[in-house]
């Protein structure tokens, strides 16, 4: 982990915290969590203008084809809430890249940065050194220590141009469980990467050159309800429900465990009213892994353990009164929906550049202790000739990302500025001195 003690004297101007406090004041809530999506085009015009100010053309500014939302892989949750928007959803959601610079791929840096957000919109405050709003540490505050570390690297080297360019991404399509599929995906697919790419999300200022990713799993029990005078003529979904929720968790969750993956029982839902019985509900299940045949075999497991849970339930169920419809009737009323699955995850190295990073003062998380991989967009930006990290101020828990107290510090984002200042001015090195 980088030492903030290494943070040089300048790093973060009013002129950064003014972009910072302009980019939490505007509401880029995704539309996958109900926002409007009306403010990320704002936030990205804010951005570029402080971008052109230090330098920088806009290469990119436009909505994501239609083509975004053709693969197999597609969570079905974004298919869904793409279609009841329409054209709208694709609109509201463009994909900025601004440019430093005009050298080829070989010889450019991109920062990856993604400005919409998580539901709620927060309130902006400070409190001494910290920032409150949605958005502080994930992930419009990476955005601006980023922009705030090449100003610092052009001040340095104003003719950083004439050796490397330096490419800022600034994307939606990232939260909700978007997944990246409009926004980095499409970058990539055109060939917005570098030789080096760095995904600014939160990492203790330490890079991750592995991430996971996630699968989603619904189970869906549609049958039939009743009025509370009669809970025994209706299925009752939150018994079949939180029966599963017990079985999964004492009997998927090890093995899941055991292969190297995480479950995360999400969320169980059926009705909020007390003088019925609901009957139809659903149970959302996550699972991150960090490789393809782990994703497989968890699968398997999940396939299995929701057979078994329901065998289990019938049998239990069946002698009493209130739930024998339901358990009589569990293999018809219940039901797997995989919501996503089959993506990649980020797993690379590259010794020339981790030499790079380790020259501009930034180490690696090796996975023996401290922060763990996590799903993000970095997935999509693994390509030959390119080596993909991620890197940021602050961390996800610490620091409240997607709670009401999300936070920064602004010695964290100056931090930061730091670090990317000494990774621009080391990747300008490496290139002059023959580096590939």
């Not at 440019?99 to 450019?108: F, I, K």
């Not at 991430?211 to 189970?219: D, E, F, G, I, P």
Request: with cysteine; charged share 20%.
């Amino acid at each position: 982990m980088r030492e903030l003690t290494r943070t040089v004297p300048g790093a973060w101007s009013e002129m950064d915290e003014r972009l910072l406090l302009d980019l939490l004041e505007i509401d880029t809530v995704t539309p996958m969590e109900g926002g409007s999506g009306a403010g990320l085009r704002v936030a990205q015009e804010r951005l570029a203008a402080g971008a052109r100010a230090i330098g920088f053309d806009v290469e990119l500014f436009e909505p994501p084809p239609p083509s975004a939302l053709e693969p197999p892989e597609l969570p079905l949750t974004v298919r869904e809430r793409a279609a009841d928007l329409g054209g709208a959803f694709l609109g509201l959601q463009p994909n900025l890249v601004l440019r430093l610079g005009r050298q080829p791929r070989a010889r450019t840096l991109v920062f990856n940065c993604h400005l919409d957000t998580v539901a709620d919109h927060l309130p902006v405050r400070r409190r001494g050194d910290i920032v409150y709003g949605r958005g502080a540490v994930d992930a419009k505050g990476q955005a601006a220590g980023v922009l705030a570390g090449v100003r610092l690297a052009l001040e340095a080297a104003p003719d950083l141009g004439r050796s490397i360019s330096v490419l800022i991404h600034a994307v939606g399509g990232e939260e909700g469980g978007a997944m990246g599929f409009t926004g980095t995906r499409v970058l990539a697919e055109r060939g917005c990467v570098g030789r080096l790419n760095v995904v600014a999300e939160p990492t203790r200022l330490a890079i991750l050159d592995r991430t996971t990713a996630s699968m989603t799993a619904r189970v869906e029990v549609t049958g039939d309800g009743s009025t509370d005078d009669e809970p025994a003529a209706g299925h009752n979904a939150t018994i079949a429900l939180g029966g599963l929720v017990h079985h999964l968790t004492r009997h998927l969750a090890p093995r899941v465990q055991a292969l190297g993956g995480k479950l995360c029982i999400a969320g169980l839902h059926t009705g909020t009213t007390h003088n019925r019985v609901h009957g139809s509900g659903q149970l959302l299940v996550n699972f991150a892994y960090g490789s393809a045949p782990v994703a497989a075999a968890i699968e398997r497991c999940v396939e299995e353990e929701l057979a078994a849970g329901l065998r289990a339930l019938r049998a239990d169920l069946a002698g009493v009164g209130v739930a024998r419809r339901t358990a009589a009737d569990l293999p018809d009323i219940c039901r797997l929906v995989w919501l996503k699955r089959g993506l990649p995850v980020l797993d690379n190295r590259d010794p020339g550049l981790e030499a790079v990073l380790r020259r501009a003062g930034i180490g690696r998380h090796d996975g023996s202790g401290g922060l763990q991989p996590f799903t993000c967009d970095a997935m999509w930006l693994q390509c030959h000739d390119s080596y993909t990290v991620v890197l940021g101020a602050g961390d996800l828990a610490t620091n409240q990302a997607h709670a009401d107290g999300e936070h920064v510090a602004i010695s964290e984002l100056a931090a930061l500025a730091s670090a990317v200042a000494d990774l621009v001015l080391a990747f300008r090195g490496w290139i002059e001195e023959g580096g590939r």
